[in-house]
């Protein structure tokens, strides 16, 4: 054993990386469903959650979080409540896709997600950062911080 090999501290393995899954979606209105591009995307600092982005024409961005845990339970049964429901619809291609209802009751949108391509996404997630392990991934005195900030 070499003199340098004796006083290297050992690395964790590193958290594997999740990216970001371009798709596009089919907002559905009445019998028709237009295409919008979307972006999922995860960052393990923020372990709960999930940011979408979808691209309106003309070059209008909108963006939504979800709770990651709320997506994946969209994939099997019906899930959520106000602002936010989710289902699986078992047509539309082999495994489906997910129907996402986004608003109020006065107001919203009905977008449909390709199921098996969200599915694997996600399980890119919970790779990265299992189920359980998100509060290891909280800076808890930060956000305490944060949390009693005077404005």
Not at 83 to 109: I, K, N, S
């Amino acid at each position: 054993m070499s003199e340098s090999s004796r006083h290297k501290t050992p690395q964790p393995p590193p958290t594997p990386s999740v990216r970001s899954w371009h798709t596009t979606v089919r907002q559905v209105r009445g019998a028709l469903g237009l295409p919008v591009a979307a972006t999922f995307h995860y960052d393990r600092d923020d372990p709960w959650a999930v940011r979408v982005t979808f691209r309106l024409p003309p070059g209008r961005l909108v963006d939504w979080t979800f709770s990651r845990d709320l997506l994946r339970s969209g994939t099997r049964v019906l899930s959520g409540e106000g602002d936010v429901r989710l289902w699986p619809l078992r047509r539309g291609g082999r495994e489906g896709r997910v129907r996402t209802r986004l608003g109020t009751a006065g107001e919203f949108a009905v977008v449909d997600v390709d199921r098996a391509g969200l599915r694997r996404w996600l399980g890119e997630t919970y790779v990265a950062v299992p189920e359980g392990g998100e509060a290891a991934r909280i800076d808890w005195a930060a956000e305490t911080a944060q949390l009693f900030a005077r404005p």
